[in-house]
């Protein structure tokens, strides 16, 4: 059930969904309005959450992952179009068949690292080219699966926006009309616009480690979105080694060399969290690969452990 | 086991921009753009219409279309219009003043002397609602099905209409054919006079034969449209229509002269009620023609012969032509003449005794002989978008044959058939663009 | 007589039709338009049908439906 | 695997079934190209599936297929598929504008005086004629309603995979 709560000059709206604590800042003061537009947000993300939780057995996701020939619904094949496409601009480093190596990886800080024997079992499981993805059919092999989870939470963030500016398009008063709003989901967030002052929201951006005190950094975001990727506290560690949670699904390995986490600001909350996971991906070149991209990013690594940034144009 | 990764990375952003806006829009850049325009569609206007001492006219009509498969549409419209003021009564204009009664029976109105007797009563509300459903049969056929409905205090009308269009000859000819059935039901004021008996004087009732009555109207077309060439078409119909039942007017009434040829009332009953056939089998011819000019102003023209076994005929010509100017706007004026010869039964007044032996009267101006003339300007624009916002001015007058050398006695010297000046002004909008359907939606749902 | 005549019209345009030159698909740019629709505004039709329906006795021709009223 | 299968049977049903779909040589032709008027001649594609539709900016399913037609050519270029939409439009602005609208990222050539639409014996707008890399003929489609699309892409994928 979602919650209010009334600010200085706007609302925020509460909820819970996909594991995170969600947000909905929305720059009005109709209370009316604002409790509308969090129920809009969070029946979007509550919606594509059930659509696609790997944790169901009662969605399209599940009936795909059991190897039957499946006709999927527009929006999944569009998910599904999606997924090839990073694939092919990642050179195979995105790939949402690589969730099995699960069964061999649990990043709880312990020592239990897996044989290569057991890599080597699950790798004929993982690689988009073994899907047949014919629109609108798919069909697995058996034993693998797909898995939304690197592209669901920012692909709710955008469409739950989306749905709010096309609401906020169709309001007849001119107040209604100027209404931004901002939804975050547990850090990805997405907004619709700029504040009604014509300003960008403030958002500050902590460290994700909890042994670090840096300044937060505070930019103003007037369009798009924010995502970011990694978390510092996912690892193992044997014999000195540290084997970062970032899997390369080409390998079945941990990438070597990553970031703890990288944050990205892009034109969509789904850029930025396609953005800043391909980054964690390039290892050690994960800064080059951003800075290819020109976009703005903060970047935190384990060794050095501190952050950096590029200034916000 | 890692894969060593030394080249420089590439430059994805705006593949990855490109691939996330189809992701996220549903649909690719293009297709919300095109998708709207075709999808629905939504036309309305205000008419004022307005005759010179007589009735007053506000009609507003809401036409909406929405493309609910390929090629297959909804249409549904909606109508209303107020109307007030006089119309004539039947009754024709005498040297001295004269007392109605008015259709309720319960008072009397009178008018002036050599004026014309005006019913002052009307002031009425209509509401109507048609609804079309328009769906391909095949690649070359096309059907059509119609309902309406309209509704006035003292008349209801409903009625159903199918058609069918069929395209032969590489799709330069289409043969049409069309059916409709109406069931329209009057409960005039007062009750249902019956046919030449008397208008009484106030307090005394008329008589009557039941509160209402009703009639059928059922019509069949049969059409050819043909191409003649890129610039030209042509369409010829031919229909029939029959109606059966109660076709008087309820609230029309004829003059009663002396047998004397003085032209005055006669002294007792100067009035009775209009009687007419209770069968109408009419027919058409309709053409009409398109052509677009090298200078793309296109001309728009049709004619229609009518007759009817009342013994009425008419014909009408229509032309519209109209002009484009640079930047979306357009001028199109309108020219229609309109001729008519009387029904057989059209009298302008009776003499005493005449009620007893004819079968059927009625004075009404509308099957009387007259002349139509409409002259009028259309003005209007068209936005890149698809909208369109028009306006028209019109004249319209109705002038009957003068018939005052046949007229008797005081008679002479009266204007025994109504002539009418009306004015007409009309204001268009026609939208069809998705955030307008999406703004007006917010509106409703506020 | 009359029916004679209808006959003789709708003859004497087939055979128009059969000496026309059809106009092929990929000229159809000008019909296309909506000015060149037979009903190229269907509300003003609509609505001086509906004025002149309750100013004259002859009514109907182009199309076939649409309603009565018992106008003044 | 499966859509292979279903998309043979498709396209067998409608070579064997419909002798106006049977096939034969697609006429060649040059063609200016928009916006950036090079001239592109169908020999170039052989090797390739062609679907070439006829168009025009004043018909309405042409107008609803380009979404679409964008659609299948993100997904097949790369599997060897080209779309060329050739306008019959006689007036080079109204494609201007229509393509500056739409931005379709698949080929648009021009051919006002309807010279290839005649070597195509066009009978309605619009017509797909699907050609394989042989360049013959497979199927002719007339008209473009939603429910043709899966038909369109069953027979695009059987010819690309053949």
């Not at chain 1, 990073?86 to 099995?100: A, I, P, R």
């Not at chain 4, 290839?116 to 003929?137: H, K, N, S, W």
Request: proline letters at 4%; a negative charge.
């Amino acid at each position: 059930m979602p919650g209010l709560e009334r600010k200085a000059d706007y609302f925020v709206g509460h909820f819970d969904a996909m594991a995170s604590n969600c947000e909905v800042l929305i720059d009005t003061e109709d209370e009316n309005l604002a409790q509308e537009i969090t129920r809009l947000a969070a029946a979007e993300v509550c919606r594509i959450e059930q659509k696609y939780s790997r944790y169901r057995d009662d969605n399209v996701l599940h009936q795909i992952n059991q190897g039957a020939i499946t006709r999927v619904d527009e929006e999944t094949a569009r998910l599904l179009d999606y997924a090839q496409q990073l694939y092919q601009l990642s050179e195979g480093q995105f790939d949402v068949t690589s969730g099995v190596l699960r069964q061999a990886w649990h990043f709880d800080g312990s020592d239990k690292i897996p044989t290569t024997a057991r890599i080597d079992t699950l790798l004929p499981l993982i690689g988009w080219g073994k899907i047949q993805w014919h629109h609108p059919h798919i069909q697995l092999a058996k034993g693998m699966e797909i898995d939304f989870g690197g592209i669901g939470k920012e692909y709710a963030a955008d469409r739950a926006a989306l749905n709010i500016s096309t609401f906020i398009a169709g309001q007849s008063d001119t107040h209604a009309q100027n209404t931004a709003a901002l939804v975050n989901l547990g850090g990805d967030l997405a907004v619709t616009g700029p504040r009604k002052n014509g300003h960008g929201w403030q958002i500050g951006v902590t460290s994700g480690t909890s042994t670090l005190s840096l300044p937060a950094v505070d930019f103003s975001l007037k369009q798009g979105g924010v995502a970011t990727s990694g978390d510092a506290n996912r690892y193992l560690e044997k014999d000195g080694v540290r084997y970062g949670h970032v899997l390369d699904p080409r390998t079945g390995w941990p990438v070597e060399g990553a970031p703890a986490a990288v944050t990205v600001i892009a034109a969509s909350c789904t850029d930025a969290g396609m953005l800043s996971t391909m980054a964690l991906l390039h290892g050690p070149a994960a800064e080059d690969f951003l800075r290819e991209q020109s976009v703005p990013y903060w970047c935190q690594w384990h060794n050095r452990e501190i952050v950096e940034r590029t200034p916000y144009p | 086991m890692q894969l060593k990764k030394t080249q420089r990375p590439r430059n994805i952003r705006r593949q990855l921009a490109a691939a996330t806006c189809t992701l996220l829009a549903g649909t690719t850049h293009a297709g919300s753009l095109i998708a709207s325009g075709d999808n629905w569609k939504i036309d309305s206007a205000l008419l004022i219409y307005a005759e010179k001492d007589r009735v007053s006219l506000a009609e507003g009509v809401l036409n909406i279309r929405k493309e609910i498969d390929d090629d297959e549409f909804i249409n549904a419209r909606i109508v209303t219009d107020v109307l007030t003021g006089s119309s004539p009564n039947g009754a024709v204009p005498s040297n001295t003043a004269q007392t109605f009664t008015n259709p309720s029976g319960n008072s009397s109105y009178t008018e002036a002397a050599n004026t014309t007797p005006l019913n002052h009563t009307f002031k009425d509300l209509r509401n109507a609602l048609s609804v079309e459903w328009d769906t391909p049969f095949s690649r070359s056929l096309r059907g059509t099905l119609g309902g309406n409905i309209s509704r006035e205090y003292d008349y209801l009308s409903t009625g159903i209409s199918v058609s069918l269009a069929q395209d032969i000859n590489q799709r330069n000819t289409t043969l049409t054919l069309g059916i409709s059935l109406n069931k329209d039901t009057w409960d005039p004021v007062g009750g249902v006079p019956v046919g030449f008996t008397a208008m009484p004087a106030f307090p005394a009732k008329k008589a009557i034969d039941g509160a209402k009555t009703d009639k059928t109207v059922k019509d069949i077309l049969f059409g050819v449209t043909q191409i003649i060439n890129r610039q030209t078409l042509m369409q010829l119909n031919y229909s029939r229509g029959q109606s059966d039942g109660y076709l008087t007017d309820p609230y029309k009434i004829l003059s009663v002269l002396e047998n004397d040829g003085s032209g005055n009332l006669r002294g007792t009953n100067p009035y009775v009620y209009e009687n007419r056939p209770d069968q109408r089998t009419h027919q058409s011819l309709y053409w009409k023609g398109v052509h677009q000019f090298h200078n793309e102003n296109v001309l728009n023209v049709s004619y229609r012969y009518f007759w009817d076994d009342w013994g009425i005929q008419s014909h009408t010509v229509d032309l519209r032509y109209r002009f484009d100017f640079d930047g979306g706007h357009y001028l199109q004026p309108h020219l229609r003449y309109y001729q008519q010869g009387a029904a057989d039964f059209y009298r302008q007044t009776l003499t005493d005794g005449e009620e007893n032996t004819l079968s059927y009267a009625s004075a009404d101006y509308r099957l009387g002989e007259f002349v139509t003339q409409t002259i009028g300007l259309k003005y209007g624009f068209e936005f890149k978008n698809g909208a369109e916002i028009n306006f028209r001015a019109e004249m319209i007058t109705q002038k009957g044959k003068d018939r005052s050398a046949d007229a008797v006695g005081i008679l002479q010297n009266q204007q025994l058939f109504p002539d009418n000046e009306a004015y007409l002004l009309q204001g268009g909008l026609s939208l069809d663009s998705d955030m307008v359907i999406k703004y007006i939606m917010g509106f409703f749902k506020k | 007589m009359l029916k004679t005549l209808l006959f003789s019209t709708c003859i004497a345009l087939a055979l128009s039709a059969c000496s026309l030159e059809p106009v092929q698909p990929w000229d159809r740019d000008l019909l296309a338009q909506q000015k060149m629709q037979l009903v190229a505004d269907p509300l003003e039709i609509y609505l001086d049908e509906h004025t002149y329906f309750s100013k004259e006795a002859s009514s109907g021709g182009q199309s076939v439906g649409g309603g009565g009223c018992g106008c003044n | 695997m499966f859509s292979r299968l279903s998309a043979l049977s498709v396209t067998l049903l409608f070579v064997f079934a419909v002798p106006a779909f049977a096939v034969e040589p697609a006429p060649d032709f040059t063609l200016p190209t928009f916006p950036d008027d090079r001239e592109i001649s169908l020999k170039d594609f052989r090797g390739r599936v062609v679907y070439l539709d006829f168009w025009a900016t004043w018909c309405p399913p042409c107008r609803k297929s380009f979404p679409w037609m964008d659609e299948m050519h993100e997904r097949y270029k790369d599997e060897g598929l080209t779309i060329i939409a050739i306008s019959v439009d006689k007036k080079r602005e109204l494609i201007e504008q229509f393509i500056k609208k739409t931005e379709p990222a698949f080929i648009i050539a021009h051919d006002p005086s309807g010279k290839v639409a005649i070597a195509y014996e066009l009978r309605a707008m619009p017509t797909t004629y699907l050609i394989d890399r042989d360049g013959q003929v497979v199927m002719t489609h007339m008209g473009f309603r939603s429910s043709d699309k899966d038909k369109l892409e069953a027979t695009i994928q059987s010819l690309l995979e053949k």
